[in-house]
């Protein structure tokens, strides 16, 4: 079975430019969540997506935004980047929103802002 | 406040060696606590989860133990071996809500021959 897989795997953009990321689900998984991590630090919650709609959102600014399409994949977008948006971006999917759901992680795509 | 806190920051040992990693947190209400093992530059990939009932939970050299009481675990790795290097990560998930997982900042294990 194919793990969570994400695209691009690097990127690098300028600031003010804008960027799309995006994640495919374990296959069965209804549930992303995109999570930000800057180095050393531990992952930061941007969103969560069940059945196509938003279930949660982060402290995160509204140039952040995501969505589901119906075969359970998702785009994270991201407007007029900061050099502070650098970072590793991490979709995970679960099967549902259960609390016992384990989140599987997809190997990041690593932005970088200059 | 919802937090996880882990020690040490980072820590290296010769292969062969066993090492602990700790974790305490304050989450609440607790539903369950999991280890993850994040090799640099790739997604976090879960080792245990444990709930509230359970003491300790085993994945090959791996032993995670928890105290719901004091709200600690532990995550014990034996005979190490250089592929362990890598960051451990402590993730207690609360009952309820989207935004339910806290994470702890990790431990960057280094195993040197």
């Known amino acids: 079975d194919a793990g969570v897989t994400q695209s691009p795997t690097h990127l690098i953009k300028t600031r003010g430019q804008q960027v799309t990321l995006r994640c495919s689900p374990i296959?069965?998984?209804?549930?992303v969540s995109w999570y930000q991590q800057v180095l050393g630090q531990g992952p930061q919650f941007i969103f969560q997506?069940?059945?196509?709609?938003?279930?949660g959102r982060g402290n995160f600014p509204d140039r952040f935004s995501a969505r589901q399409f119906p075969n359970y994949s998702s785009e994270l977008n991201v407007n007029a980047l900061l050099l502070g948006d650098s970072a590793l971006y991490l979709c995970?999917?679960?099967?549902?929103?259960?609390?016992?759901?384990?989140?599987?992680f997809g190997p990041g795509t690593r932005l970088t802002v200059l | 406040k919802n937090q996880v806190e882990q020690s040490p920051q980072s820590l290296i040992i010769l292969e062969g060696k066993n090492c602990t990693l700790q974790?305490?947190?304050?989450?609440?209400?607790?539903?369950?606590l999991r280890w993850y093992k994040q090799d640099t530059g790739r997604g976090p990939v879960s080792l245990t989860i444990?709930?509230?009932?359970?003491n300790t939970k085993s994945n090959g050299r791996y032993t995670a133990t928890l105290d719901a009481d004091t709200k600690q675990s532990s995550l014990h790795i034996t005979a190490s071996q250089l592929s362990d290097s890598a960051s451990y990560i402590c993730?207690?998930?609360?009952?309820?809500?989207?935004?339910?997982?806290?994470f702890g900042t990790g431990t960057r294990l280094t195993v040197i021959p």
């Open positions: 995970a999917s679960s099967p549902g929103l259960a609390d016992t759901d384990t989140q599987y």
């Open positions: 296959s069965g998984h209804k549930s």
């Open positions: 997506y069940y059945e196509k709609e938003e279930r």
């Open positions: 974790c305490n947190y304050t989450v609440s209400p607790f539903s369950n």
């Open positions: 444990m709930t509230f009932s359970e």
């Open positions: 993730v207690v998930s609360a009952k309820s809500g989207a935004n339910n997982l806290f």
